[in-house]
């Protein structure tokens, strides 16, 4: 590539087995003709071709048709859908006309970079776009602007896009409630747009998650799938339009505020990373994510602990001797990590009072936290701590004393969600007095993790005197928050709460080693909310809990093998007040706790593999070493199958050549309900292939039960 290019000219990246493509053109940013399956090395000018060959026939006017859409649209190159850039300096200079663009690349250790800039020297404002094609494979795409002025520059959208094929013509993504995250929902990719918006100051209970196109009936193994996903935890859109062009895009950026991102001169605003994957089928697609967290230097290296969290266990009823006795019988079955969640501090026995009063509650604990941390850290267990940074209920000191403190609008606080209110971490002040009160209990408790709860939607979250939209600032002050307290005390781990599943994005995701994945730790709906927040993130980083037996959302009883074989698929935890639990249960939960030690390692560091099609009522995912020599694999029963026996269930991601032996693997005291099929005694021996193509006669399974296989290469 020569920089500035005077002629279009195609750029072809390569790396983690993804190609991708580029028009260049001196007066635009770029346009991606491919991302997706590597193309293999051919001299750059054999591409050159590629400018006529996908030149669309017709009058050459730019806008009739559109032979190339830049990853920031703009309608002064003729664009006619939703525009990549809108900004405007009071009204004047919206209509970006680039004078000058310089693309430039750089291959570096861990990326392909392309980076472009476009300048309009009479409107003064830069146009910056970067495109990393990273050693995953994934694709990550961001925009920035500048303003070269004097007066300032408002910046109202900034959305890059990236293109797809025709043969995309399905869309899938998720909703969800509280409580109930996380379902997948598929459409045909028709003309027009489908938008995914939060305005609630975080992805939410119903974020998008990902947004995925590909050939109709993808599925987990098969049909090429592409998808994009915004690394924000404000406000944000995610959307898929479909132009009478022909061109298909997926984008996504924040949404932002009346007047909320405004430039003085030289100051620029960049939109958030857009992540991008593709596969032949969705179990590629997120593969390359996973890679791409565990290959990041904060990726959680230890054993991910098992730990015991004391919500459903006590609630707000906390006392020394219960919590003691908890920590006690949990560290007796294996636990590793203590959790006291919410109600420890001043005044707090439930939620309408107290949340911003961090000080330790002296009717509950007159010692103080000490004698509690001491138990739990003489018994071996690192102690957690449970903070709510970002809220505050008006019922506290903190309120009382600093109502200016609390975001809202001209005509006050606002809403109360949860009997909360949002503070104002944008004020330096606000963010000095919150990060002062966690870090000196961090040091003084030896804290080695934070549940970071947030358990409502920003609305009218105005910022300091005037009010202004606060969403954006308010998101980069909660990141420098985590960022900071991880640096002044390392180690120390965070785990992305928010009310459970509203806050998983890959942004938070760079402060967080997990993220607790919903309120709802019925094992039924488990599998759904892990395997599909799944696509995003590897099982390491998903908060996975044993409840009660009756649980505490949906009222619905499950076995206890039914509700660990479910936790066990992810970071283990229990949340169950194990002081009430008979003998029998305790072993049970003994030998479970091993199981997850003895696979824990496979778990969060395999490929995850899900089948597609097994059974109407059946589900499998399983885990493969990176080396292919060993995996695990989970059967499970959701529902009475239609058709009995259920038919064979292929395991898939296997080495294709290598022998496996695969038997039926469950912790000594599991009580499955189980029918095994004649395999199950003495287990098969099958190369990879067949166990794949041809798969294994399952066992009969209730609803709502499940066992686990082990393959184990033996040549
Ligand atoms: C919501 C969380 O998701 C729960 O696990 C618990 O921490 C409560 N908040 C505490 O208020």
Redesign the pocket.
């Known amino acids: 590539m020569t920089s500035p290019v005077h002629d279009a000219q195609v750029v072809h990246l390569r790396r983690g087995g993804t190609s991708v493509v580029a028009r260049l053109a001196p007066d635009n940013l770029p346009c991606i003709l491919h991302w997706g399956p590597d193309l293999g090395d051919h001299p750059p000018d054999q591409f050159q071709e590629l400018i006529r060959a996908l030149q669309m026939p017709g009058p050459h006017e730019p806008t009739y048709p559109h032979s190339w859409a830049s990853v920031i649209p703009r309608q002064t190159a003729g664009w006619l859908g939703r525009p990549g850039l809108v900004g405007h300096r009071k009204g004047r200079e919206w209509a970006l006309t680039f004078t000058t663009v310089k693309h430039t690349g750089a291959s570096g250790a861990d990326a392909e970079v392309l980076r472009s800039v476009a300048t309009d020297q009479t409107a003064g404002v830069e146009t910056t776009t970067e495109i990393e094609l990273l050693a995953s494979g994934l694709v990550r795409l961001r925009a920035a602007v500048q303003n070269l002025h004097s007066e300032p520059y408002a910046v109202t959208l900034l959305e890059p896009v990236l293109p797809v094929p025709a043969e995309a013509g399905e869309l899938l993504d998720m909703a969800g409630r509280p409580g109930h995250e996380r379902t997948p929902q598929r459409r045909p990719f028709d003309e027009g747009q489908w938008v995914r918006e939060a305005w609630g100051g975080r992805p939410g209970h119903d974020s998008a998650t990902l947004l995925c196109a590909g050939r109709p009936g993808f599925g987990f193994r098969t049909g090429r799938v592409w998808g994009v996903h915004l690394a924000w935890s404000g406000n944000q859109t995610l959307s898929a339009e479909h132009s009478y062009t022909g061109w298909k895009l997926l984008r996504g950026g924040e949404l932002i505020g009346p007047h909320e991102i405004v430039l003085g001169q030289g100051e620029a605003y960049a939109s958030p990373w857009l992540y991008a994957s593709w596969g032949e089928g969705l179990d590629e697609l997120a593969g390359r994510f996973h890679d791409h967290l565990r290959a990041r230097d904060t990726h959680p290296q230890r054993d991910r602990p098992v730990l015991v969290n004391t919500?459903e266990a006590v609630y707000f009823d906390q006392s020394l001797p219960k919590l003691i006795d908890l920590a006690e019988r949990a560290a007796d079955i294996g636990a590793e990590r203590f959790v006291l969640?919410?109600g420890w501090f001043k005044g707090r026995r439930d939620?309408t009072t107290s949340l911003g009063d961090w000080v330790v509650d002296p009717g509950v604990y007159p010692d103080g936290l000490t004698p509690l941390v001491r138990a739990v850290q003489g018994l071996g267990m690192e102690f957690g701590l449970?903070f709510e940074p970002e809220m505050v209920n008006l019922d506290s000191e903190l309120a009382r004393e600093h109502p200016d403190w609390i975001m809202g609008t001209h005509a006050g606080p606002g809403l109360t969600s949860r009997n909360q209110h949002i503070l104002d971490l944008a004020n330096p002040e606000v963010w000095n007095h919150v990060y002062s009160r966690i870090s000196a209990l961090i040091d003084e408790h030896d804290i080695a993790y934070i549940?970071w709860?947030h358990?409502r939607p920003l609305t009218g979250a105005g910022h300091g005197p005037d009010h202004t939209p606060g969403v954006h600032k308010q998101t980069l002050a909660v990141y420098r928050m985590m960022q900071a307290l991880r640096e002044s005390h390392p180690g120390l781990e965070i785990e992305s709460?928010c009310?459970?599943g509203g806050r998983l994005d890959l942004g938070i995701m760079e402060h967080a080693s997990r993220a607790?994945l919903s309120?709802c730790i019925d094992a039924h709906e488990r599998h759904r909310m892990a395997r599909w927040t799944g696509l995003l993130l590897p099982p390491e980083m998903m908060g996975t809990h044993i409840g009660s037996g009756t649980d505490h959302t949906t009222g619905r009883r499950h076995t206890l093998p039914f509700r660990a074989g479910t936790a066990i698929w992810g970071h283990l935890g229990i949340e169950w007040d194990l002081t009430t639990i008979t003998d029998s249960e305790r072993a049970e939960l003994r030998s479970w706790i091993a199981f997850y030690k003895r696979f824990r390692n496979l778990l969060h560091s395999g490929r995850i593999v899900h089948a597609d099609n097994v059974n109407n009522a059946l589900d499998l995912e399983g885990v493969i070493a990176p080396d292919g020599g060993e995996a695990v694999f989970r059967l499970s029963a959701l529902g009475l199958p239609t058709r009995l026996p259920a038919g064979r269930i292929p395991l898939p991601g296997l080495e294709a050549n290598t022998l496996y032996q695969v038997t039926a693997v469950s912790p000594a005291k599991a009580a499955f309900t189980v029918t095994p099929p004649a395999w199950f005694d003495g287990g098969v021996s099958l190369p990879g292939r067949i166990l794949d193509e041809l798969g294994v006669m399952p066992p009969l399974l209730q609803p709502d039960d499940l066992v686990f296989l082990h393959a184990q290469a033996v040549r």
């Open positions: 919500w969640d919410d939620d449970w549940k709860d358990n709460c009310g459970g607790w309120d």
